[in-house]
C-alpha cells in the first residue's frame, strides 16, 4: 500500500526525509503518534528506497485516538482500537523488521522504561496536540535520546504545540528551529557542542553564496 491511500493527515515529508536522512547506521526512530500509519508508511518508504534497512522505526500510539479524533468509528476493532487496520497498513514494513509497533500511551512509565537512557537517535513528536501532552512528551522522553540526535516537532503552526515546545526546551537546548515544509515543524539537536547543528537545519539559497 502506498502512504497516499492510508487515511489521516500528513504533510511532514521534509521533516520525515530529514529524520531518515541524518540516522546513523542501525540507527533507530521514534514516532510518537502514528494514527493509521500514513506518515510511517512514508517513512519506511523512505528507508527502502535509500537502501537503509538498518534503521528500525518505533511508532507508538494508543490506537484510539486522542481528543481530536473523537469522531472516529471506522476501523476500530473488537478490542476498541485501530491497531490492526494499521497494522495491515505497514504490514510489508513489519515483515521486513523495520517498524515495530508499540500500543500504549506515550506517558505509560512502564513503555518509557523498557528504553534506556540514549536510545533513540530521532524522536518525532507527534502525539496528542494539547499544550500539557506535548510538554510530557518532551519531558518523558529528552533522556532516551541519545547526544547527537534530534528531536522532532509536527505541527508548530498550532500554539499548543509552540509554546508547549519553547516550555520543553527551554533548559534543554540553548536554541531549536522551526522551519516551513508544506506545514512548520520544529527540530533541536541534543548535544553540548551546538556548533554541530547547522548540518541539522534548513539550507536557505543565501548560504551559498555567503565568502
Sequence with gaps: MKYHEIPGWFNGHEEYDKAVDYCPPNGKILEIGCFYG????????????????????????????????????????????????????????????I???????????????????????????DGAHEYEA?????????????QDGIMLFDDMYMESVATAVSKGLSNRVPHYSVMQGREAYGIAYKSEDQSKAKKYMKLVPEDHFKN
Design 38 to 97: 500514513r506518515s510511517t508508511n512514508y517513512m519506511c518508504t523512505n528507508i527502502v528506497n535509500t537502501k537503509r534497512n538498518d534503521i528500525k522505526v518505533y511508532a507508538l500510539d494508543t490506537f484510539r485516538g486522542s481528543s481530536e479524533h473523537s469522531f472516529i468509528k471506522e476501523a476500530v476493532g473488537t478490542d476498541g482500537t485501530f491497531k490492526a487496520y494499521t497494522e495491515a497498513n505497514l504490514k510489508e514494513f513489519i515483515d521486513l523488521g
Design 99 to 125: 517498524v515495530e509497533l508499540i500500543e500504549s500511551r506515550s506517558d505509560n512509565p512502564e513503555t518509557i522504561n523498557k528504553f534506556e537512557d540514549g536510545f533513540f537517535d530521532v524522536i518525532i513528536v
Design 134 to 146: 506535548v510538554l510530557d512528551d518532551i519531558e518523558n522522553w529528552w533522556s532516551k535520546l541519545k
